[in-house]
């Protein structure tokens, strides 16, 4: 397996392809939040997506532009099938090469597993969307920068910190992540780099919990 940071991807030559699975020239990053998931129900409120965020924001920002909202998709839920093959051929006729979705996996003991990744299940089952793919893991904990208004019943464990990230000692818990990740490497559209599945990482500091991935 491949593990590169931000900084190091920006570094990566693409000269040598690999015969029809070669690292894409141009990555676009796939923000999940647009739908919804247990995590945002008990953190804000239940059915809470970003699209609330987006919906609350003014026209213009403090700068004078105009906020983007959405086009051709609409607000769309991304667990559903139609958006998710619409962005594919989007992403093919804007010249997109493939796409980086985030990826949150907290090692939290009263919220473990996965966290916003029903599309990507669903994306295993229905092949969409079908163009080039790798993961990207947000390993940083979720605090209340872009909002602040939580769930009436929430209690910060921390001051500010709405999801703390854990890097477990335990190798069982290391290894349990690596095996749900691999029915993602083992895709077929998956990014890969000298033959080794592309996984990409928020911050350097992670790379030794990946180094446990066997």
């Not at 247990?38 to 409120?45: C, E, F």
């Not at 051709?72 to 559903?80: D, I, K, Q």
């Not at 703390?164 to 190798?171: E, H, L, N, S, V």
């Amino acid at each position: 397996m491949t593990i590169v940071s931000q900084e190091q991807h920006n570094n990566i030559k693409t000269d040598n392809r690999e015969e029809n699975n070669f690292l894409p020239r141009v990555l676009a990053f796939v923000f999940p939040q647009f739908h919804r998931d247990s995590l945002n129900d008990r953190l804000w409120k239940v059915g809470f997506t970003d699209w609330d965020n987006l919906r609350k924001a003014p026209e213009t920002n403090r700068l004078g532009y105009k906020i983007p909202r959405p086009t051709e998709l609409g607000y769309y839920n991304y667990t559903e099938l139609e958006p998710r093959r619409k962005q594919g051929e989007l992403a093919k006729q804007y010249g997109i090469d493939g796409l980086v979705f985030h990826h949150y996996w907290f090692n939290d003991e009263s919220h473990p597993g996965p966290n916003m990744h029903q599309p990507l299940m669903n994306m295993l089952k229905d092949g969409h969307p079908n163009v080039p793919f790798a993961l990207h893991w947000c390993a940083i904990k979720w605090t209340v920068t872009w909002n602040a208004d939580v769930a009436p019943d929430f209690k910060f464990a921390e001051p500010g910190v709405l999801q703390k990230q854990y890097f477990p000692d335990d190798d069982e818990k290391v290894k349990e992540h690596y095996n749900w990740l691999r029915q993602f490497f083992h895709h077929p559209n998956y990014i890969k780099v000298d033959g080794k599945p592309l996984f990409m990482l928020y911050q350097k500091k992670v790379g030794a919990t990946c180094s446990r991935f066997t």
